[in-house]
């Protein structure tokens, strides 16, 4: 029998979605649509050029299982990319990739379209008395790249934003919105964003303004009856990064004039760089002309990072303040503060304190207590990262085995264990504890809880290494 086209696709999306993180899924496959099937050529429509450069480099292996599965070894992908972009037109055009490597067929891309932005209109504006190089752009020095530590939370927005500080206003993220919780690192990226583009074109006039500061320039100048040359004077910018833009929410008169400056912006190529606490359809009370135009570019996500990063950006931080602190002691905050990094950081300064003041070495016992203290009204959810922890310490056995894809006997019995805790104690997806250990599927993860559960049902000793690794656990 025939598959149809939107058949074939859900079946490859089941698959998809057993294999990649829910917010992976979310970000990357949701949004396709099957457009086409011919013979054992799948083509599907993706968003973007980047969306189409994202998969090759980060799912290709999946997609091509995935095809190959569904359509056969003959099975073969296109995509069709829909460019975003107002300037251009609205036709699809599509790039060939083999969907098998084995077949032999030539991989023929078709040309990408030219540089949709070489058609800039130029700046008609004359301003007197406001000349170009007399702009500060208000960037935070400290706030680089460099001191930017990367990590599976802020891979994409990071990435995107390297890109644009390269070709500020020359590629598809125009605007580059990010987005995500307090304390996540949207106003640090930015500005790393701003310095990079300073660094590596001097020329460009680059502003980072808050929206708080934005509007208030804005009422001010309506008073004093100069709104034209606040208007001309951000229609001036070659890059214009504007924090925290849910703050132009219900501000009706905010919101319009932004929507001037940004389109006149857009048009002549020039670069947004926005932030926001929400992602754009969670704005209320923005205009909708101005949220569609937030997706013209790329929105992208920070999440609260994980442990390795955490860990990361507190060596940072030390070695920049030029402190040292036990290891221990670093892991075990990073291991406690999870909800942001200005907590973790705020926690580490105190902790720092603490011990200036009482003239007490920096222990994990004074590293405990104080913690305590610290997320005493947070409950804690137990972490996979500390799941792990706590049962390769058990066990006497490095963490990097666990994550690895060893199938040294030891190895494979702690890492089902880890996994059983994981899907007892955490409301992780199958998908995402195998991820964490060692890159396995979400049936090897059910198939550890199993075999858990029968061990501990035959096995006495076994279980009680479990009880005792319960408490441990229990009481981090
Ligand atoms: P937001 O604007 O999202 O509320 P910030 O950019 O102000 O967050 O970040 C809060 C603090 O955390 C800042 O001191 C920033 O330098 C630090 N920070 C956030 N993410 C990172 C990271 N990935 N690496 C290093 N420092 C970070
Ligand atoms: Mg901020």
């Not at 995935?66 to 599509?94: C, F, H, W």
């Not at 084995?102 to 058609?119: C, H, Q, R, Y």
């Not at 008609?124 to 001191?147: A, C, H």
């Not at 932004?258 to 048009?267: A, E, S």
Request: proline share 3%; hydrophobic share 40%.
């Amino acid at each position: 029998m025939k598959k149809s086209v939107t058949q074939v696709w859900e079946n490859c999306l089941a698959i998809i979605k057993d294999n990649v993180n829910e917010q992976s899924f979310k970000t990357w496959f949701s949004p396709i649509t099957a457009v086409k099937l011919d013979g054992s050529v799948l083509t599907i429509q993706v968003p973007s050029q980047f969306f189409y450069e994202w998969l090759e480099e980060h799912y290709i292996s999946l997609l091509k299982k995935t095809i190959r599965k569904e359509l056969g070894a003959e099975g073969r992908l296109e995509y069709n990319i829909v460019m975003d972009n107002v300037l251009s037109s609205k036709q699809p055009y599509t790039v060939r990739i083999p969907g098998s490597s084995s077949n032999g067929t030539k991989n023929e891309p078709v040309a990408m379209p030219v540089d949709l932005n070489s058609s800039t209109i130029k700046n008609p504006f004359i301003i007197p008395g406001l000349r170009k190089m007399n702009v500060d752009s208000q960037l935070n020095i400290n706030y680089t790249f460099e001191n930017f530590i990367e990590g599976e939370c802020n891979r994409l927005a990071r990435s995107a934003g390297f890109a644009v500080s390269n070709k500020p206003g020359g590629t598809s993220f125009n605007p580059l919105l990010i987005y995500g919780g307090v304390g996540l690192g949207k106003t640090h990226l930015a500005h790393a964003i701003g310095i990079q583009v300073k660094n590596n074109h001097p020329e460009k006039t680059v502003l980072y303004v808050s929206s708080e500061k934005f509007t208030q320039q804005f009422i001010d100048s309506i008073k004093n009856n100069s709104s034209n040359d606040f208007v001309h004077f951000y229609q001036m910018m070659d890059v214009l990064i504007i924090d925290d833009v849910q703050y132009f929410a219900g501000k009706e008169r905010t919101q319009d004039v932004f929507f001037h400056i940004f389109n006149h912006l857009h048009q002549t190529g020039k670069q947004l760089i926005l932030t926001s606490d929400k992602a754009p359809v969670e704005i209320q009370g923005m205009e909708q002309r101005l949220l569609s135009r937030f997706k013209w570019g790329l929105s992208a996500d920070l999440q609260v990072p994980e442990l390795e990063t955490r860990i990361g950006i507190l060596h940072k931080k030390l070695y920049a303040d030029g402190i040292e602190l036990p290891k221990d002691v670093v892991e075990y905050l990073a291991y406690s503060i999870t909800s942001n990094v200005r907590e973790l950081e705020g926690a580490l300064i105190s902790l720092l304190a603490q011990s200036s003041l009482n003239k007490k070495a920096i222990t994990i016992d004074l590293a405990k207590l104080m913690i305590d203290k610290f997320v005493k009204n947070t409950a804690r959810e137990v972490s996979i990262d500390y799941i792990q922890k706590v049962v390769c310490d058990y066990f006497e056995l490095p963490i990097e085995l666990l994550k690895s894809k060893t199938r040294k006997r030891e190895v494979v019995q702690a890492r089902q264990i880890a996994m059983y805790f994981a899907k007892t104690m955490t409301k992780s997806s199958l998908a995402n504890i195998g991820m964490h250990c060692g890159g396995k599927d979400h049936a090897t993860v059910l198939h550890a809880c199993r075999t858990v559960n029968n061990l501990m049902d035959t096995d006495k000793r076994f279980k009680a290494y479990i009880t005792e690794l319960d408490k441990k656990i229990s009481i981090q």
